[in-house]
């Protein structure tokens, strides 16, 4: 299916553990980004990348680790997840000023 | 960094009123966009403004980029229960499309 999927949806996981949450698209988009919703925040930017093989830190990136060695592919690890990790992530990718956004995960750190 | 606030953080309409929303800025933007999040969802683009002083239309949906370019209105004309969701304001700069979010406007519609 064209478009940008997230998987998995919804992921309880536990405190110390590492996670990765998978992000693809079929646009050959060259921008991809990663967001965190939380409430009273909004949409926050935790690493975003211009093309395969560059990659850039947002907002709030401590905790995070990214990687893109192809085009369509923007994974998100958690390499020890914490309790204020717990939230809706979100992956977008861009071309000439929209972003489209995938459906999100719903992690939860326990 | 940049910071986006985004008033008010609620609003409890009737169907068929108008709404109004907006967004301050505490640097300049050269883009300004509005999302719409449905429940479950993640955000969809509304409207995009490029110009400073540009008023937008999409349907019921009206935007305008301030004269100062560091705010955004958005206004919604004659509410229906489809209009129920988050709207977030977005800025965007020259050279880079990542994009900083507002905190958004919970619509809900009191039956």
């Known amino acids: 299916d064209a478009g940008i999927t997230q998987s998995p949806r919804y992921k309880i996981t536990e405190t110390g553990r590492q996670v990765t949450l998978m992000c693809h698209q079929t646009w050959s988009h060259s921008y991809m980004f990663w967001y965190r919703q939380d409430l009273g925040h909004g949409l926050r930017l935790i690493y975003y990348s211009a093309a395969a093989d560059i990659t850039d830190k947002g907002e709030v990136p401590d905790g995070y680790v990214v990687s893109r060695s192809k085009t369509e592919n923007f994974p998100l690890t958690l390499e020890s997840a914490t309790r204020s990790q717990t939230s809706v992530y979100f992956c977008a990718s861009s071309a000439y000023l929209e972003a489209f956004f995938g459906q999100g995960t719903r992690l939860t750190v326990v | 960094g940049q910071q986006l606030n985004q008033s008010p953080q609620s609003m409890f309409i009737q169907e068929g009123e108008d709404v109004s929303m907006n967004c301050t800025s505490s640097s300049i933007f050269n883009t300004w966009l509005w999302y719409k999040q449905d429940p479950g969802e993640g955000p969809v683009l509304l409207i995009a403004?490029?110009?400073?002083?540009e008023l937008t239309s999409n349907g019921r949906l009206t935007a305008q980029f301030g004269i100062t370019r560091k705010d955004s209105f958005l206004n919604i004309s004659a509410s229906i229960p489809s209009d129920v969701g988050i709207y977030f304001c977005a800025g965007q700069n020259f050279g880079n499309e990542k994009l900083t979010f507002g905190t958004g406007t919970r619509l809900t519609i009191i039956p």
């Open positions: 403004l490029y110009k400073a002083g």
